[in-house]
C-alpha cells in the first residue's frame, strides 16, 4: 500500500503544479502560491507515508509435535498492521485544497464579474462626466 500512496500523491502533486502554474501567470499568482503550499504539504505526507511503512509478517512456530523421535513444527503466519493513518491525512489535505480552490474560483468570479464591471463602469461614467463639461 505504500508504494500506491507515495505514487498517488507524486501524481497529484505533478498535476495540480501543471495545471495551476499553465494557467495566466500575472492573474493567477494566488492560486499558483496556494497550489505551492498544498504541493509542500503533500511531500510531507509522502515523507510520513514512506516512514510509517512498517508492515511486516514473519513466519512463526505455532506448535510442535513429537511422535517417537520425530518431531514436526507448525508454522503460521502473524502481521502487524500498521496502525499509521497517513492516507487519512493525504485525503484530507486533498478535502482541504478542494475547499480552498472553490473559495478561489468563486472570488475570482465575483472580481471578473462584479466589481470589475463597477470599476470599468465607475471609469467610462468618469470619463463620460469629464467630457461634458
Do not use: P
Not at 64 to 78: C, M
Not at 107 to 128: A, E, G, Q, S, T
Request: a positive charge; charged letters at 20%; glycine letters at 6%.
Amino acid at each position: 500500500m505504500t508504494l500506491t500512496a507515495l505514487i498517488g500523491i507524486g501524481i497529484t502533486s505533478f498535476l495540480l503544479l501543471y495545471f495551476s502554474f499553465s494557467l495566466d501567470k500575472k492573474e493567477h499568482w494566488l492560486l499558483q502560491l496556494l497550489v505551492s503550499f498544498f504541493v509542500l504539504g503533500l511531500l510531507v505526507i509522502a515523507g510520513k507515508v514512506a516512514l510509517d511503512d512498517k508492515d511486516t509478517c514473519d513466519i512463526v512456530k505455532l506448535n510442535q509435535t513429537v511422535v517417537d523421535n520425530t518431531t514436526t513444527y507448525n508454522y503460521g503466519e502473524f502481521c502487524v498492521e500498521n496502525t499509521h493513518n497517513s492516507t487519512l491525512h493525504y485525503y484530507k489535505t486533498i478535502v482541504w485544497f478542494f475547499r480552498c480552490y472553490v473559495g478561489y474560483i468563486l472570488m475570482y468570479f465575483l472580481y471578473r464579474v462584479w466589481i470589475r464591471k463597477k470599476l470599468l463602469d465607475m471609469k467610462m461614467f468618469n470619463r463620460w462626466r469629464g467630457s461634458g463639461k
